[in-house]
C-alpha cells in the first residue's frame, strides 16, 4: 500500500536576481514497510522536497499524499514526522522531554515508557537529562531521530540523519531507521552516505529538480 504520493510537485524560489526552480514536477511513491534513499548532489533540491512532502513548506503546484488523504497542511506526528537537518530540538527541554514531546502533545502514537529505551539505544541515555546546547551535534541529532520515531509514524522523513554521526553511532541510526519501515513505515531518507543507501529498498536520484531511478 503506498503510504507517500508526490505527483507533479513543483517549487521556485523567489530571489532578488530572480525566480529559482527547484522542483520541476517531481513524482514518486514510498510503500508502507518500504525504506527508499534519497539521493543527488548538494543544491539539488532534496530538503525542499522533504520540506514540502511534510507540510512545512507549500508546492507551487502538484500534490501531496500522506496515508491516503490529500495534505493541505502540516499533519500530526503519528502520519508524519520530519527529521530535518536543523533538528528544530527545543532549546528549553532536555533530550528526554524533547523525546517525549510529540506524545505530550497528543500528535503522536507510541509509548513514553520508550523515550528511555531509544536514547540508550542509540548511544544518548546517559544525556538525557541534559540540554540540547550542553551536547555535541551528533548526540543532539541521535535525539532528534529518537524523537521522530518514537510516535511510530506512518510516513518517516529524514534528511541526512547519519550526517554528524561516526562509524560507531551511524549504523545504529540506520538500525533504527530500518526497524522502523519493518514495522510498517513509509521511510524516506535523504542521504550521501552509501551504509544508509545499502539499508534500502531502493534509491532515487533528484538532480536539476526531478527525480529518477538510482
Request: aromatic residues 2%; charged residues 20%.
Amino acid at each position: 500500500m503506498t503510504a507517500l504520493r508526490a505527483t507533479g510537485v513543483e517549487r521556485t524560489f523567489r530571489h532578488a536576481s530572480g525566480p529559482v526552480p527547484v522542483l520541476r514536477g517531481v513524482d514518486l511513491e514510498v510503500a508502507a514497510g518500504e525504506l527508499v534513499t534519497l539521493s543527488g548532489p548538494s543544491g539539488s533540491g532534496k530538503s525542499a522536497l522533504l520540506a514540502v512532502l511534510a507540510g512545512f513548506d507549500r508546492a507551487d503546484a502538484g500534490t501531496v499524499e500522506l496515508a491516503g488523504e490529500v495534505l493541505t497542511s502540516p499533519p500530526p506526528w503519528k502520519v508524519c514526522a520530519l527529521l530535518p537537518q536543523a533538528l528544530g530540538l527545543a532549546g528549553e527541554l532536555t533530550l528526554a522531554e524533547n523525546v517525549a514531546l510529540p506524545i505530550r502533545l497528543g500528535r503522536a502514537g507510541g509509548s513514553l515508557d520508550r523515550v528511555t529505551e531509544l536514547l540508550e539505544e542509540l548511544g544518548v541515555g546517559e544525556l538525557a537529562d541534559r540540554y540540547p546546547g550542553e551536547v555535541s551535534f551528533g548526540q543532539q541529532q541521535r535525539a532528534a531521530l529518537a524523537r521522530a520515531v518514537i510516535g511510530e509514524p506512518r510516513v518517516l522523513l529524514a534528511d541526512e540523519p547519519t550526517a554528524h554521526l561516526d562509524q560507531r553511532t551511524g549504523p545504529t541510526a540506520v538500525h533504527v531507521l530500518r526497524r522502523a519501515a519493518d514495522a510498517g513505515a513509509a521511510v524516506l531518507v535523504a542521504t550521501h552516505h552509501d551504509e544508509v543507501h545499502r539499508a534500502a529498498d531502493r534509491t532515487l536520484v533528484l538532480d536539476r529538480g526531478r527525480i529518477s531511478v538510482g
